[in-house]
């Protein structure tokens, strides 16, 4: 069923110290195709061969020498440049709830002062418990003080009812192979067996499965059975790179599956953050999606990861150009299609595959937030199918935030969106 497209603003919505601007001047940096870099590289690397044919053949083997000297140099500085933001990004965390040194820190001291703070975290997540490194400190800079504490103070509240329901709960491990044979990992929690709904929670970057608790708390209290896989190169999954969306678009298709072969399911809500966005942003293009699948919530996603990196690259090297950047940004598309399970930067492009989207996509962005700008998910929007999508902008809220920041506003959205998409959200009454 499909949904009118339509903005949602809320009316304490107020201008931020925010970029509203791709991060390249004039437009999003245009990613040539696959074809267009290995001509140019071919050119390139042609001329710098001609260029010592030429020298060397009128015996100039100082300034062969050099040539040679000059281009080591760049490949130098330009393997630094790209090596930063590449090993950032794409090295598999394995990321868990809780480090080795916190966890056998907590098994030799139960009742040392933060002991309680590690085994919150280690059932519901860092980020709501606020332990060290705490992201909300990161993504606050672009709010007012009174919208911080509006956060602080619903974080102290979801922290403990997050606390208390998950004592009540029981998550099962589950497991599926991916289509490139990589072994991954999920939970999922059977929170009502006579409910044939279920909910398809996906993590971020470097975030462990857990982290989705205050999702999964409500999505349970609606009547949702729930799914959390760990993504790949997270947790126990396998994956010896990060997917950023792209590779994760299939790992999600099949746990798709999974729910449907394996646990009958008959309604499915995908709801991810950050790049757990991005991932369910990508996969509601595919092709091959089951018809159980009715709709994706996307919170604070990418539109397209090269415009990601490209402020990274820019904040990294003194005095870069635009040209600079898209050089050091093609090479990094190089360098990842190379390895023998990389593959284009480029293609991981919500904002491309918004074009092709299957189901209704629910857009939610913090206009606070200062790590994936605002107008990302404007994009993503704008390029959706007519009557396939809405978009939910929340004032004072930073990344992945706005649970927090106007609980009311979000849920209330949320269950509208899958409501007017054909999903029952009806509350049981033993709820």
């Known amino acids: 069923m499909s949904v009118d497209n339509a903005t949602y603003v809320s009316p304490q919505a107020r201008s931020l110290p925010l970029d509203t601007t791709p991060d390249l001047v004039g437009d999003r940096w245009a990613a040539p195709t696959w074809k267009q870099l290995v001509v140019t590289g071919s050119v390139a690397a042609g001329a710098v061969i001609l260029g010592l044919g030429h020298l060397a053949s009128r015996r100039r083997f100082g300034a062969c020498a050099g040539l040679l000297a000059g281009v080591a140099a760049l490949g130098v500085g330009v393997a630094h440049a790209i090596g930063r933001p590449l090993d950032s990004a794409l ?11 916190e966890r056998q820190f907590l098994e030799e001291h139960p009742t040392a002062l933060g002991a309680e703070s590690f085994r919150h975290a280690e059932r519901i997540g860092r980020k709501l418990t606020g332990i060290a490194p705490d992201s909300f400190v990161s993504y606050y800079q672009a709010m007012s003080e009174e919208q911080a504490d509006v956060i602080r103070q619903n974080r102290v509240f979801e922290e403990a009812s997050c606390w208390e329901w998950s004592n009540g709960v029981e998550f099962q491990r589950a497991e599926v192979v991916a289509e490139d044979g990589a072994r991954l990992m999920g939970n999922y929690c059977v929170t009502d ?30 009547g949702f059975n729930l799914l959390i896989p760990e993504m790949r190169g997270h947790g126990e999954s396998g994956g010896e790179i990060v997917g950023l969306g792209w590779l994760d678009r299939r790992d999600l298709v ?7 072969d394996e646990r009958r399911a008959e309604q499915i809500v995908a709801h991810g953050h950050s790049m757990g966005a991005a991932s369910v942003c990508l996969m509601s293009a595919e092709p091959d999606l089951p018809a159980e699948l009715r709709a ?10 090269l415009n990601v990196f490209a402020p990274i690259i820019r904040n990294g090297i003194p005095f870069s150009t ?9 090479l990094m598309r190089i360098a990842v ?18 074009h092709d989207a299957r189901v209704p996509v629910l857009l939610i962005h913090g206009m606070a937030d200062t790590f994936i700008p605002p107008y990302m998910a404007r994009r993503i929007f704008e390029a959706l199918p007519a009557n396939k999508g809405k978009l939910l902008e929340v004032p004072g809220a930073g990344h992945c935030q706005s649970v927090l920041a106007d609980p009311e506003l979000y849920w209330g959205t949320v269950f509208e969106f899958l409501g007017s998409a054909g ?9």
Not at 91 to 101: D, Q, R, W
Not at 254 to 260: D, S
Not at 296 to 305: H, I, K, R
Not at 337 to 344: Q, T
Request: glycine letters at 8%; one cysteine or more; charged letters at 20%.
């Open 296 to 305: 994706t919530v996307c919170d604070c996603g990418f539109s397209d990861v």
């Open 193 to 222: 067996p006579a409910s044939g709904k279920w909910a398809l929670l996906v993590h971020g970057w470097c975030d462990a499965w857990n982290e989705m608790t205050v999702y999964a708390r409500a999505y349970a209290e609606h």
């Open 423 to 431: 999903v029952s959200t009806t509350v049981p009454l033993n709820n």
């Open 254 to 260: 099949q746990w798709l599956r999974w729910l449907v």
């Open 322 to 330: 635009d040209g600079i950047v898209g050089l050091i940004l093609d």
């Open 91 to 101: 090295a598999a965390p394995h990321s868990t709830a809780l480090t080795v040194g």
């Open 337 to 354: 299609r190379l390895r023998s399970d990389g593959f284009d930067l480029a293609d991981a492009s919500p904002e491309r595959a918004a």
